[in-house]
Structure formats: structure tokens, C-alpha cells
């Protein structure tokens, strides 16, 4: 890949929901290596709707989805997006399926075909960064909203990903744990991400830039 391309490329791309007014209309937006965008926006400006078309869980309207350099149309072209990409939901139910968090966690380095062995290591290692030791055990279906956010992020920080796309990644958590969230994006120099919050303070001590969605266009603050 060269340097200067981008790693997501979005051309005139237009997306609406059935029986509804278009959310984006031509929207062009490139994403490159070393980027930390936050993503502000009101309430059905088409945020987590971004996301969704970026991992290839909506299909647009119109435009072109290039993604590593290469365009995404099909669900297999999307196989690639997936492994490399790391989504986590707005809402933690949404991510969460297995009975324990250990099973949660697993679930995704087994999926990229790392042996049992390389798995253990990183649970282990992704429950001690996430303040989450001894959690392997308890049922998902008993944490609490904070929990259950932390467990989500632990899934996707599990599977290594390349870029990073969090969807109101710290609703609901304490201040102490917003502060390690913080840290831990801060510590990973080499991590490339959007984050979609309403915390200003959050965006402004972990991106680079901040980005306002409204009216279907993505605009520089």
C-alpha cells in the first residue's frame, strides 16, 4: 500500500433506510494510517450508520466503499474487512453472546485461527490491560452496563485489529475508567482509530482531530 493512500475511501457514497429521507447523499471521506478522528454529530445524523456501511453491515444506496486499497461490494469482500477492523457497538448487547467473558473474548482470536495456546495469552493479557482479571468466569449476562462496555471492548481489542471504530466507547463508565480507556489508546502510538462520543473532554484527549456529522456531510471542527 502505498503511504499516502488512503486505508478507507468513501466516493459519493448515499445510503437510506427504507421509506426514509437519504442519511448521506455523495458523501466523500478518506481515512489514513495514523489517524485519530472523533466523530461529533446530533442524535440520527448517521454516525453508527457509517460504521455499520464501513464493516459492511448496510449495503448504500450508491457511491464506492475502497477499503486496503481495494473496493468492497460483496459480503465476501468484506471477510478481510472484518479481521482487520475492529467495530465496537453502541450498545454492548448488541456484541455480547457467549455465556462467560472468557468465551466472549476467545471467541474472536479463534475465529483468526490462533491456537488455543496464543488465545489463552491473549485473554490473559487483554483482561489485565482492561482492569479485568478474574472476570474470565462470570456469567455476561449478570455484568453491569459499565462491565459489560469494558467486556465489549475487550473483544475487539483482542483481535488485534489495525483500525479501530468505537461507538460510544465510555457511556456509562466511571471517571477512573475513563481515565484507563484514555490511557490505553494514548500508550498504542501505532493504533489508527474513529471514536464516536458526545464527551468532548474524551475526543480532545484521544484524537488528533475532531469531525462534526450533520446533514449528511462530515465536516473538520
Known amino acids: 500500500m502505498k503511504e499516502k493512500e488512503p486505508i478507507i475511501k468513501l466516493v459519493d457514497l448515499s445510503f437510506a433506510y427504507p421509506y426514509r ?9 478518506n481515512f489514513y494510517q495514523g489517524d485519530r478522528i ?4 446530533p442524535n440520527g445524523s448517521g454516525k453508527t450508520t457509517l460504521f455499520q456501511l464501513i464493516m459492511g453491515l448496510l449495503k ?5 466503499i475502497e477499503i486496503f486499497g481495494k473496493k468492497r461490494r460483496t459480503e465476501n469482500d468484506f ?10 457497538f453502541q450498545d454492548p ?17 479463534l475465529n483468526l485461527r490462533k491456537s488455543n495456546q496464543e488465545t489463552k495469552k491473549i485473554l490473559k493479557d487483554t483482561l489485565e490491560l482492561l482492569g479485568l482479571s478474574n472476570f474470565e468466569d462470570r456469567i455476561t449476562y449478570n455484568l453491569s452496563y459499565g462491565e459489560k462496555r469494558l467486556v465489549s471492548m475487550a473483544t475487539v481489542w483482542a483481535m488485534q485489529p ?16 475513563i481515565a484507563k480507556m484514555i490511557q490505553i489508546l494514548n ?3 501505532y493504533l489508527s482509530y474513529i471514536i464516536i462520543s458526545h464527551d468532548k473532554k474524551f475526543l480532545k484527549e484521544t484524537t488528533n482531530c475532531i ?11
Open 21 to 29: 429521507d437519504y442519511v448521506f447523499n455523495k458523501l466523500n471521506f
Open 38 to 41: 472523533g466523530l461529533l454529530g
Open 60 to 64: 448504500p444506496n450508491g457511491g464506492k
Open 79 to 88: 471477510i478481510e474487512v472484518r479481521e482487520k477492523i475492529g467495530l465496537l
Open 93 to 109: 448487547d448488541d456484541q455480547l453472546f457467549s455465556p462467560t467473558v472468557a468465551e466472549d473474548i476467545a471467541f474472536g482470536p
Open 162 to 177: 489495525k483500525i479501530l471504530l468505537l461507538d460510544e466507547p465510555v457511556t456509562w463508565l466511571d471517571e477512573k475508567t
Open 187 to 189: 500508550n498504542n502510538p
Open 211 to 221: 469531525y462534526l456529522m450533520d446533514n449528511g456531510k462530515i465536516n473538520k471542527i
